[in-house]
């Protein structure tokens, strides 16, 4: 019987021929990435399972990506970037992230240059710059987003500190083969469409809950249109949807971009699903006929189209993190927001600091990205996970009171960005700078 | 792992977050510490709206008052999608800091759902029907573990639970460390 790309990954790294969808197996773990919230925990439980002196399994297959709670006078969140440094230095850890830049107490001052730091920002965005992500691989990460690197045809999944622990002293992991469930786009996003409203009307579709224990793929012409980060951002959210992991297949675009990043140079396979391949599941969207979706307030599946919301009055806008802070994702924003000014607080922050490099590269007719959006009076930060998730009170962008907030994020339950009387709306970055303009929520079509 | 777990039920709506059960703004504590981890049980479920903590009436404070550590709850009681959004494994372990040993969801998010039993935090039971209008917070409830069974005393009625399946012997070891060595996956000593 044929096997999904998911099933085939999970068979390979099980040392076994064929899975079955609901068994229960122990899978070989390629990398594993933490980063400074879950880190610390993480490093704990090694040590007291395994010993002090413990060894991790392999030293090179460890990321460490320091990027949640980097701009902020918290000491204890200083106090977990040493915890890093510290295991980072006695493992021997190949590839970690330092925010060089911070030293001691108080808000610490961002790198001078996003081109000289060993700091990279949000990690699910800095594993695939930095060469981590291979087809076929298997990608456990201490962080739910960590789906959105099956965007490159492997298997990624967030998983808690236990589960990473083990991981860091076996290379191994317990995993119940997940069934797939097929999402198919027809047809080319026309030009106010982002994949964005793709995952957005995915989620509006099944529910928040609609794809637990379930493996999403996607496919179709609409999807092997995308370029990589918008692919990234299709898997980034199918957690929101509760699923395990988001896959597409890898096309000539994956390869090239895998291998123009790929500096181990380790070798990997690409897996295609078995023409008789299962699916639990399968839905097709023309995107076509698409609209530009809104989620509403309090959850990603509170889906309507912004026909249906357009001049709800908003306070605030956001565009980053890594659904919505990728350079593509401030392409077209700037499409909009060129020769505009916003109507309330605009927050631009960069996922990483590869893609603020690139705000002051990127042009659109001889304007960078950067005096773009600084000329629309919009506020950019360094790069980092920010007020996506609150953080600490003093996090850029934080909604510190019951605002009313666009955002170009990935969640918005109750207290997702900082206040729990907050009403926080997800929408496309298209969507987000066109609201900003408007100060309302605001068709893109109108502005482009 | 306890066969009878009895006391007051605090009961939640659908997809409570873990957003919801442990804020952003408190990750900065590191659950390997144990003051930390104490910490983590003050705030545990500070993120939940007044209006919709501790149902059906809501308002019901989690904690009696601002400086506790543990609450007076050991059941949750809630409906779909509990635990869904981050991996953050601060959520389970913020409900077992606050003293929470039973949690019976209708489902559960995946990630939580191995955090709580990996990290052998708390037991995650799955309902069989709906509770969220049948039992009410403050309501007295036993759960019967190796029967899978809810008794509420407070209405006298039993509720069937579905049964832990393939969880059931990693709970009884205390979690996935302890599980691993039991099976032999791991040196039976460090």
Not at chain 2, 10 to 36: F, K, R, S
Not at chain 2, 95 to 119: D, P, S
Not at chain 2, 131 to 150: C, F, M, W, Y
Request: hydrophobic share 40%; glycine share 10%; net charge negative.
């Amino acid at each position: 019987m044929g096997m999904t790309i998911t099933e085939k990954i999970l068979a390979r790294a099980a040392g076994r021929s064929h899975v079955e969808p609901g068994e229960n197996i122990w899978v070989n773990c390629d990398v594993l990435m933490t980063h400074d919230v879950c880190g610390p925990g993480t490093i704990g439980l090694f040590k007291q399972h395994f010993g002090p002196k413990a060894r991790v399994w392999d030293p090179e297959k460890v990321v460490i990506i320091p990027d949640h709670y980097i701009f902020t006078a918290d000491p204890r969140a200083h106090r977990n970037i040493e915890i890093l440094r510290e295991f980072v230095r006695e493992q021997g850890i190949k590839y970690y992230y330092d925010p060089d830049f911070l030293h001691g107490d108080g808000m610490p001052t961002p790198y001078r240059d996003p081109r000289r730091t060993s700091y990279k920002g949000v990690c699910h965005i800095a594993l695939p710059e930095e060469g981590h992500t291979r087809p076929g691989e298997v990608l456990f990460g201490t962080d739910s987003h960590t789906c959105t690197a099956g965007a490159f045809g492997e298997f990624a999944t967030g998983i808690g500190n236990t589960d990473a622990a083990f991981v860091l002293g076996t290379g191994k992991l317990w995993l119940k083969v997940p069934p797939t469930m097929r999402f198919i786009f027809e047809g080319e996003l026309p030009p106010w469409l982002m994949a964005k409203d793709l995952i957005l009307a995915v989620i509006g579709e099944i529910g928040c809950d609609g794809a637990t224990y379930k493996a999403m793929e996607f496919t179709g012409e609409g999807v092997f249109s995308l370029n990589m980060e918008e692919r990234m951002t299709l898997c980034n959210m199918v957690i929101e949807a509760g699923g395990k992991n988001g896959v597409i297949e890898p096309d000539q675009r994956t390869l090239d971009y895998v291998n123009a990043r790929n500096k181990s140079g380790k070798p990997y396979q690409v897996v295609r699903n078995d023409p008789d391949a299962r699916f639990c599941y399968e839905k097709v969207f023309d995107v076509r006929r698409l609209e530009p979706l809104v989620a509403m307030p309090h959850s990603p599946d509170n889906r309507a189209t912004v026909s249906e919301v357009k001049g709800l009055k908003l306070d605030r806008a956001y565009i980053g993190s890594c659904t919505g802070g990728k350079i593509t994702d401030f392409r077209a924003a700037a499409r909009i927001l060129k020769g505009r000014h916003v109507r309330i607080d605009t927050f631009i922050v960069p996922a990483t600091t590869e893609v603020e490099a690139q705000l002051h590269t990127e042009q659109i007719a001889g304007k960078s990205l950067y005096e773009i959006f600084v000329e629309a009076g919009a506020r950019i930060g360094p790069a980092s996970c920010a007020a996506c998730l609150g953080g600490p009170i003093d996090t850029f962008g934080r909604l510190n009171e019951p605002l009313r907030c666009i955002s170009a994020t990935n969640r918005n339950f109750p207290g997702r960005m900082g206040h729990k009387d907050a009403q926080v709306f997800l929408a496309s970055p298209l969507t987000v700078a066109a609201s900003a303009v408007a100060g309302c929520i605001a068709d893109p079509r109108d502005y482009l | 792992m306890l066969e009878v777990i009895r006391g007051p039920a605090y009961v939640l709506g659908d997809n409570i977050d873990t957003d919801q059960i442990i804020p952003a703004q408190y990750l900065i504590y590191n659950p390997a510490i144990p003051e930390e981890y104490r910490m983590l049980g003050k705030y545990a479920l500070a993120g939940v709206p007044v209006a919709q903590a501790g149902l059906p009436q809501g308002y019901v404070p989690f904690h009696r008052s601002e400086d506790e550590f543990k609450a007076s709850f050991p059941i949750i009681i809630a409906g779909r999608n509990f635990g869904c959004g981050s991996s953050r494994e601060h959520a389970p372990i913020a409900l077992n800091a606050a003293g929470v040993r039973v949690v019976v969801a209708e489902f559960f998010a995946r990630i939580f759902y191995r955090n709580a039993v990996n990290g052998g935090y708390l037991i995650p039971f799955e309902s069989v029907e709906r509770l969220v209008e049948q039992i009410r917070t403050g309501d007295e409830v036993e759960i019967d573990v190796s029967h899978a069974r809810l008794v509420n005393h407070s209405t006298g009625r039993t509720h069937a639970l579905k049964p832990l399946g393939d969880i059931a012997p990693i709970l009884a070891a205390g979690g996935l460390f302890a599980y691993a060595r039991l099976a032999g996956l791991l040196p039976s000593a460090t």
